[in-house]
């Protein structure tokens, strides 16, 4: 899969806060369809668009620049997908690299999950129900968070002859002053 290249050229739509929409601009080799670039050879159809993470654990945008891909594989051998593979170049030629689905959870875990002890500092009492309560709560909507995060980001390995994998890839935010980049 390193042979291949995805030309996906992405300009600016929408100024939401820091946030920025980049929409697929129609190049060589690349058509636009439902705001998706696409790229189709004889051995694979590669499509992305900038979407933005919109399930638990909030505020992935706030953080990281995400792209929904989907890949099919147009041979009759499997087809390996790598991290490696991918990589987004901001107007400056600043290359960023695939964030890791454990880097996102490390950095997004809810600090009780950390420190689930009470402080030591801590000089009112506490329900011990209440708190109870409120860690499994927090545990519950982490592991809704997890589950999400394997469910909906793409997932990296050999796809299968005639199969496709899609998902979310999550690059690190992109300054909002960058106008355009390249994935």
């Avoid at 290249?5 to 060589?28: A, E, H, M, R």
């Amino acid at each position: 899969m390193k042979r291949f290249i995805f030309p996906i050229l992405l300009s600016v739509l929408i100024f939401s806060g820091c946030t920025i929409k980049y929409v697929p601009v129609q190049t060589d080799g690349v058509t636009i369809a439902d705001d998706f670039g696409v790229n189709k050879t004889k051995s694979y159809t590669f499509a992305a668009a900038n979407e933005y993470w919109n399930k638990e654990p909030q505020g992935i945008t706030n953080y990281f620049t995400t792209f929904y891909v989907s890949i099919q594989n147009r041979k009759r051998d499997d087809l390996e997908v790598n991290m490696s593979d991918f990589g987004l170049i901001d107007k400056n030629g600043n290359q960023y690299d695939v964030v890791t689905q454990d880097y996102i959870e490390n950095l997004l875990a809810p600090r009780q999950i950390d420190y689930l002890l009470l402080n030591e500092n801590e000089e009112e009492l506490i329900d011990t129900e209440e708190f109870f309560n409120e860690q499994k709560q927090i545990m519950e909507q982490w592991r809704i968070a997890q589950n999400n995060l394997i469910t909906y980001s793409f997932h990296f390995g050999k796809i299968l002859p005639g199969a496709k994998k899609s998902g979310f890839i999550f690059f690190p935010k992109l300054e909002s002053q960058n106008a355009e980049c390249e994935l």
